[in-house]
């Protein structure tokens, strides 16, 4: 900074290249919140129950005269699943990575924007999770790719459907680890 008496100060602010700026939407799961990139929502809409229910049991949903595979958000994050007791679903009609799908969500309560923040190697290699940043009241919320989360999905889907096909069928449980570090 710079001061000249009686002529102001003058102050110089570098923010990192690092730093970047998204437009998201704010999405409720499992009582925890998530953002989704606008960039990603093709389209919100809200359907009745019955016709959601229906679109689950036939395996997609038409949008914009495509066949889009449904899922639930709770699914894809791998978190305890939400029964649908609402009279009306809100379904995000998302396209990422090549991957078109129609998610359902709980709630979703705004459109924000966010500052992105680096989550660090430990859970960049975690897939769908994008980035994180601060909600204006200190919490974290990550950042989604729902490409990503989607991809994962179909993927274990297509894995299950071969070794339900074949005799042999391999069970792995992998052990969840949490490594905290409050150090700087």
């Not at 900074?1 to 499992?30: H, K, N, T, Y």
């Not at 791998?78 to 009279?87: F, R, Y």
């Not at 680096?118 to 974290?140: E, F, H, K, M, Y």
Request: aromatic fraction near 4%; proline fraction near 7%.
């Amino acid at each position: 900074w710079q001061s000249e008496p009686g002529q102001g100060m003058q102050f110089q602010i570098r923010i990192p290249l690092s730093l970047a700026v998204m437009q998201a939407l704010i999405v409720e799961c499992d009582e925890r919140l998530f953002a989704i990139p606008v960039i990603n929502i093709l389209g919100v809409t809200k359907i009745p129950a019955d016709e959601y229910r229906r679109y689950v049991d036939q395996g997609f949903m038409p949008y914009a005269n495509e066949n889009n595979p449904v899922f639930d958000l709770e699914s894809l994050l791998e978190l305890p699943a939400v029964a649908v007791t609402e009279t009306l679903v809100t379904i995000l009609v998302i396209e990422s990575a090549g991957q078109r799908a129609a998610i359902r969500v709980t709630a979703f309560s705004s459109h924000q924007e966010l500052v992105v923040k680096p989550l660090g190697p430990q859970l960049t290699s975690i897939p769908g999770i994008l980035a994180g940043s601060i909600s204006r009241d200190g919490n974290v919320i990550l950042i989604l790719e729902p490409g990503a989360l989607v991809s994962a999905r179909l993927d274990s889907g297509r894995l299950q459907q071969i070794s339900s096909d074949s005799a042999q069928t391999i069970q792995r449980k992998q052990p969840l680890v949490l490594i905290v570090d409050d150090s700087i």
